[in-house]
């Protein structure tokens, strides 16, 4: 008999979670304004808002913490993880940053001027917040079957070429000071990019005289669908890989708080030394002195560390696989997900789940609600509230997909947890027909409204 398949880690410390009964949960979420956002955490039982600065640190990282080394200038610490930058992703130059979208503000900061564009697949919000902020807008070049969630394809993040070239075409090379390419694709639903993709798209790139940066926060997730999916890729280690991919690009912004397993954090990566000296100028006003911006001596060390155990094949696997066991539960009971199943997250399709509802009245939120109601679940809605108001006709921005997130955690949860999880969404999908009425928003602020918005029920 083949042996069953289990985590490459033991458990060495743990931290009591607290269950809660349904009527706790309907007084805390109405106390809540119905914003997941508003609960505290211990009125939730598995939180899978994010995979953000979530994971559980290792010993080694712990370890590696006690050795910091928080000398402002030239600590050990900083060096330790230029090393490790440099081993892992080639780059030479590197800056720390206090998370990712700090990397972006000071990489935007000495890039982006006004009326520029930066072409990319599915930028993320804060990717995207930060080219608007500038006035410059992001073009999204994702291939089109990324946007049917029941086809099957093996890299729905991927650039389609075409599109790019298009871009490139009808825009000054003066105005594109660079575009980016996110691994895995978040907004797109946790897809990789193929490294055909990423070859190609350098190519492309550099046959316009365009500088190509990598969102990198789920860099190792994407190698390991390289490896998984991609021919000619199955012997290689992930650190083979992830070098191959990083020869793509001409640096990378990195929030740590993903793949590099630690709880928070972020840098910029560098293969070009006088961007990195104009850069190093934004960093120390806005993060710190460039031998730390934003990250103490001893978050450097447990980043290093955690950089090294996240390109690691059977860290990857037992993630990967944890991810694929949630999925395949959901999908065993019939519920919509984006298919194939991505690395960090089930994105659930609401519009499918939830034909009752009008999009006027968040159907994604109204999904997200019900699960947190019905077992304590917290996932996040990635729809018209995440959407936002068109900044110009200030008219909700209906987006084509409504979806719940349920983000895991790296080294987290158990599988009896996601157990748990797939039987709360069979349960609110087994009396879908009941739920008839969504919400309708009390307050909301300008920008960025879903994490403070207030809501009540439509009656
Ligand atoms: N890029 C991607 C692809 C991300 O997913 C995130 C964050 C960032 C950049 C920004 O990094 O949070 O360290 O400032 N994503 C989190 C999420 C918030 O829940 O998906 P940050």
Request: glycine share 6%.
């Amino acid at each position: 008999m083949e042996l069953p398949f289990a985590e490459s880690y033991r458990i060495k410390m743990v931290e009591p979670i607290r269950k809660s009964t349904r009527e706790e949960r309907e007084q805390w979420i109405k106390k809540a304004k119905y914003n997941l956002f508003n609960l505290r955490s211990d009125q939730v039982f598995i939180d899978l808002l994010t995979d953000s600065g979530t994971g559980a640190m290792s010993d080694r990282q712990w370890s590696a913490l006690m050795l910091g080394d928080e000398s402002y200038a030239g600590a050990s610490s900083y060096y330790n993880l230029k090393n490790a930058i440099k081993n892992i992703t080639g780059f030479d130059y590197f800056l720390p940053t206090h998370q990712g979208r700090a990397a972006e503000n000071v990489l935007f900061s000495t890039l982006i001027k006004e009326g520029d564009v930066v072409p990319g697949n599915s930028h993320f919000d804060t990717t995207k917040g930060h080219i608007e902020f500038r006035k410059a807008t992001a073009i999204d070049c994702t291939i089109d079957e990324a946007f049917n969630t029941t086809l099957e394809h093996p890299f729905k993040g991927n650039i389609d070429l075409n599109k790019l070239e298009d871009v490139f075409k009808k825009y000054p090379k003066e105005r594109i000071p660079l575009m980016i390419v996110t691994v895995t694709c978040n907004s797109s639903g946790g897809q990789p990019v193929s490294m055909q993709n990423l070859r190609e798209v350098y190519a492309l790139a550099k046959k316009y005289g365009i500088r190509v940066f990598f969102d990198s926060a789920r860099f190792a997730e994407n190698a390991y669908f390289i490896k998984m999916r991609e021919e000619g890729y199955r012997d290689k280690t992930i650190k083979e890989i992830v070098k191959e991919m990083f020869s793509y690009a001409d640096g990378m912004t990195m929030s740590s708080k993903k793949d590099a397993i630690v709880n928070m954090g972020g840098f910029i990566g560098f293969r070009e030394e006088e961007l990195f000296k104009k850069a190093a100028q934004f960093n120390i006003i806005f993060e710190g002195y460039i031998t730390y911006g934003g990250m103490s001596g001893r978050d450097m060390n447990a980043l290093a560390q955690g950089l090294d155990e996240g390109t690691e094949f059977n860290y990857l696997e037992t993630r990967i696989k944890q991810t694929e066991y949630l999925g395949n539960r959901l999908i065993e009971f019939g519920i919509p997900i984006q298919q194939p199943i991505g690395g960090h997250a089930i994105f659930i399709d609401a519009k499918k789940f939830l034909p009752n509802i009008p999009k006027e009245e968040y159907i994604a939120q109204t999904l997200a609600i019900e699960i947190y109601k019905e077992a304590g679940v917290r996932g996040v809605e990635i729809g018209t509230l995440l959407a936002d108001r068109d900044p110009v006709t200030r008219e909700n921005r209906y987006p084509e997909l409504e979806l719940v997130r349920l983000a895991i955690p790296r080294r987290t949860y158990t599988n009896n947890h996601m157990d748990v999880v797939a039987v709360a969404v069979k349960n609110v999908y087994d009396r879908r027909n009941e739920i008839k009425n969504g919400y309708r928003i009390l307050s909301e602020a300008p920008i960025m409204r879903h994490f403070t918005v207030e809501l009540e029920p439509v009656r």
